[in-house]
């Protein structure tokens, strides 16, 4: 590849994307095309930005134009389709943040990463900081002892940018849990070299905020308490909702040698170290000044802010956008190892994902998967699903029992029979906290059971869990469908699937479906006869339904 002139091609050109424009000049990039949905200001993005196409379309980008990188500065529910559309042409990908939006888009991130020869970096442009570089250089040379704790907090008031861009609306303020966590975890993880996160915890502070419609945000503040692989706690913050002065980017530091805390910008307040290497007194002394030390600035100020050129000085977001740039193009000339490639991403991406589920259930322990492992593993067979017809929504199923049986509402009482029956119908593992943690996301009056009147026992169940996805995002799921062998072919597992159902429908729900496995043909027959349509949702969903279809005799 030539030393200059990288052809590069910015999709969200007309927000965030133009942004890039100085980086990208000054590092030896030439945007040759620009993509944006907003026709209106298409036009002048591309020419903002220098380039000779402009496209409504990203594939149509791809395809037209014979690029060999894309910034991709999207809403992020499209950072991983439009990633892994580049990365199967061998197109670079320099992508914003988060790396992706669900654990699921994280492994099909990861295997179009390892399946390309193209490089892949997350934009996280807070490592690039001054203050941030700086600590880490320290961090790296042993100065703050063994680090042991941090926080990182991003508070940024941003209920009118969420009108402005309504996918914020939905994907930074409408969730539960750390969404945008990635400037916080991203210099920490920096600062502790070779360690992961390895479970998380989360827990909201309540709502206290409508939108213009009347319409709650998720929790103002959200906590993430997270455990590393060498033992560390690291408490991260984020509320985007509270009114209150800003102080978006706010880190500490805490080692047995020293001690690093960042002005929240408050009268007369500064960025504070301590480390042992300066002073025996435990006491503060001012970064700032200290990076303005001639002998500290040579001994531990990392190169690039030893005399930063001035586009680096005009840069957004502390010279990160210039830094993050020219670390991506030195990685596509072989210059230099990419600092945040597909691992990187998503060891301060995942957290935040696995912590919208802990906030749902609880603030649960939950562990956070290691995508270096994925890599040894086959690609995960995703489940079938199926719906409930819209036509269906006003007619729910009819449910009937024989007479020796009676449906009715789990109560705790049943916990011991619950969990006899779970093992019985081969759904091993459940104890009193998997039971607890269900009945955190029940539909109120949706646990049902059946009891057998002449011995007691319970003999079958399904669950109405709330199961909003990004495929449903209004979502009900008729989950957890368990009957005893001995009392199968008398029609325990259709009543019990069509009480959920019923459930979800008086309840309002405008989707309900379910999840199965190819080799559960007597469950999914009992599906089809409910009324339960197959969803096609991934590659070779039609070939394993005709294959099922063809073991059912159901054509």
Same mark, same amino acid.
């Given at each position: 590849?030539?030393?200059?002139?990288?052809?590069?091609?910015?999709?969200?050109?007309?927000?965030?994307?133009?942004?890039?424009?100085?980086?990208?000049?000054?590092?030896?990039?030439?945007?040759?095309?620009?993509?944006?949905?907003?026709?209106?200001?298409?036009?002048?993005?591309?020419?903002?930005?220098?380039?000779?196409?402009?496209?409504?379309?990203?594939?149509?980008?791809?395809?037209?134009?014979?690029?060999?990188?894309?910034?991709?500065?999207?809403?992020?529910?499209?950072?991983?389709?439009?990633?892994?559309?580049?990365?199967?042409?061998?197109?670079h990908v320099l992508c914003e943040v988060p790396a992706a939006v669900s654990v699921e888009e994280c492994r099909e991130l990861a295997r179009a990463c390892q399946g390309s020869s193209a490089v892949y970096m997350m934009a996280e442009n807070y490592t690039y900081t001054r203050p941030n570089v700086l600590v880490r250089e320290l961090a790296s040379r042993g100065l703050f002892g063994d680090v042991y704790y941090a926080e990182g907090e991003y508070l940024?008031?941003?209920?009118?940018?969420?009108?402005?861009?309504?996918?914020?609306?939905?994907?930074?303020?409408?969730?539960?849990?750390?969404?945008? #966590? +990635?400037?916080?975890?991203?210099?920490?993880?920096?600062?502790? !070299? =070779? *360690? %992961?996160?390895?479970?998380?915890?989360?827990?909201?502070?309540?709502?206290?905020?409508?939108?213009?419609?009347?319409?709650?945000?998720?929790?103002?503040?959200?906590?993430?308490?997270?455990?590393?692989?060498?033992?560390?706690?690291?408490?991260?913050?984020?509320?985007?909702?509270?009114?209150?002065?800003?102080?978006?980017?706010?880190?500490?530091?805490? #080692? +047995?040698?020293?001690?690093?805390?960042?002005?929240?910008?408050? !009268? =007369? *307040? %500064?960025d504070r170290i301590w480390l042992r290497e300066l002073s025996q007194d435990i006491r503060w002394h001012d970064l700032d000044s200290l990076m303005g030390l001639d002998a500290l600035a040579q001994r531990y100020q990392p190169e690039i802010w030893r005399n930063p050129p001035p586009e680096a000085l005009r840069a957004g977001h502390g010279g990160g956008d210039f830094f993050e740039v020219l670390d991506f193009t030195r990685a596509i000339r072989d210059e230099a190892h990419c600092p945040i490639g597909i691992h990187e991403a998503l060891d301060i991406t995942l957290p935040g994902l696995v912590s919208q589920q802990s906030a749902l259930r609880g603030g649960a322990w939950l562990e956070v998967p290691d995508s270096r492992t994925w890599a040894a593993e086959e690609p995960a067979r995703p489940q079938l699903q199926m719906v409930w017809p819209r036509e269906l929504l006003s007619r729910p199923p009819e449910v009937s029992l024989p007479e020796a049986y009676e449906l009715r509402q789990y109560c705790p009482a049943d916990e011991?029979?619950?969990?006899?029956?779970?093992?019985?119908?081969?759904?091993?593992?459940?104890?009193?906290?998997?039971?607890?943690?269900?009945?955190?996301?029940?539909?109120?009056?949706?646990?049902?059971?059946?009891?057998?009147?002449?011995?007691?026992?319970?003999?079958?169940?399904?669950?109405?869990?709330?199961?909003?996805?990004?495929?449903?995002?209004?979502?009900?799921?008729?989950?957890?469908?368990?009957?005893?062998?001995?009392?199968?072919?008398?029609?325990?597992?259709?009543?019990?699937?069509?009480?959920?159902?019923?459930?979800?429908?008086?309840?309002?729900?405008?989707?309900?479906?379910?999840?199965?496995?190819?080799?559960?043909?007597?469950?999914?027959?009992v599906y089809l006869r409910l009324g339960y349509q197959p969803l096609m949702y991934a590659d070779g969903m039609y070939e394993r339904w005709d294959a099922l279809r063809s073991a059912l005799s159901v054509r």
């Open positions: 590849m030539a030393a200059e002139g990288i052809r590069v091609g910015v999709v969200g050109a007309a927000g965030r994307g133009g942004g890039f424009k100085e980086a990208l000049q000054t590092n030896g990039a030439v945007v040759t095309a620009v993509c944006d949905v907003r026709e209106d200001r298409l036009e002048q993005s591309r020419r903002w930005l220098g380039a000779d196409h402009q496209f409504f379309d990203f594939g149509e980008m791809l395809e037209g134009c014979d690029l060999e990188a894309v910034v991709i500065a999207t809403p992020m529910p499209l950072h991983v389709p439009q990633s892994v559309e580049a990365l199967k042409r061998g197109i940024h008031e941003l209920k009118q940018l969420n009108e402005d861009t309504p996918w914020r609306r939905r994907w930074q303020t409408g969730i539960e849990g750390i969404t945008y #966590g +990635t400037h916080s975890l991203g210099p920490i993880l920096q600062w502790m !070299p =070779g *360690d %992961r996160v390895t479970r998380v915890s989360c827990e909201g502070s309540g709502h206290h905020y409508k939108d213009p419609r009347g319409e709650e945000y998720h929790q103002d503040t959200a906590v993430m308490l997270c455990k590393t692989a060498r033992g560390a706690l690291i408490k991260i913050r984020v509320d985007m909702l509270s009114d209150r002065p800003h102080a978006m980017a706010n880190y500490q530091l805490q #080692g +047995t040698d020293g001690v690093y805390e960042s002005s929240r910008g408050g !009268p =007369g *307040d %500064r011991e029979a619950y969990i006899r029956l779970m093992d019985g119908a081969g759904f091993g593992g459940w104890d009193h906290d998997r039971v607890s943690d269900c009945l955190r996301m029940m539909v109120p009056g949706g646990f049902f059971v059946v009891e057998h009147r002449p011995t007691g026992a319970l003999v079958a169940t399904a669950m109405a869990k709330h199961g909003a996805t990004e495929q449903h995002p209004f979502g009900g799921e008729l989950s957890w469908v368990a009957g005893d062998p001995e009392h199968g072919g008398k029609g325990l597992g259709r009543a019990v699937c069509a009480a959920v159902t019923r459930r979800f429908l008086q309840a309002g729900y405008q989707e309900v479906y379910l999840l199965t496995d190819d080799f559960r043909l007597p469950a999914i027959a």
